[in-house]
């Protein structure tokens, strides 16, 4: 059974970067065809994929937020990371780390994460 598990600071201020750790067990983010994405919830708001990385380590990132947006991976720790630069209040969101499986959905998440943006 894969398992996704995010961690991270739950408070960052305006301005700093937010940095945030996904890690993966029972399965490894280098098995061929899975990707790993980072997704977000603000309040009273709808789910925002904000970019993935694949197998490979290849990585892709939603237009609005890729200026800002970086994501890697440490496969000896089977884990990937997030990092959001110059965040603001709007950033304030749970995020969530999941799976892209073979079947092109997502078919694990982690329990997600709050992370408030505030001074």
């Known amino acids: 059974q894969v398992q996704l598990q995010e961690s991270g600071p739950g408070l960052v201020k305006p301005s700093q970067t937010l940095s945030l750790t996904c890690t993966v067990s029972?399965?490894?983010?280098?098995?061929?065809?899975?990707?790993w994405s980072w997704i977000r919830q603000p309040p009273g708001k709808g789910l925002e994929w904000m970019g993935a990385?694949?197998?490979?380590?290849?990585?892709y990132y939603s237009p609005s937020l890729k200026s800002r947006t970086s994501i890697s991976r440490d496969t000896s720790k089977n884990q990937f990371t997030l990092q959001l630069s110059s965040v603001t209040p709007e950033d304030t969101a749970v995020y969530y780390c999941?799976?892209?499986?073979?079947?092109?959905?997502?078919?694990?998440w982690g329990q997600g994460t709050q992370v408030t943006v505030s001074s």
């Open positions: 999941a799976r892209i499986g073979e079947a092109r959905e997502y078919d694990y």
């Open positions: 990385i694949t197998y490979s380590g290849s990585t």
């Open positions: 029972g399965g490894s983010i280098t098995t061929i065809s899975y990707c």
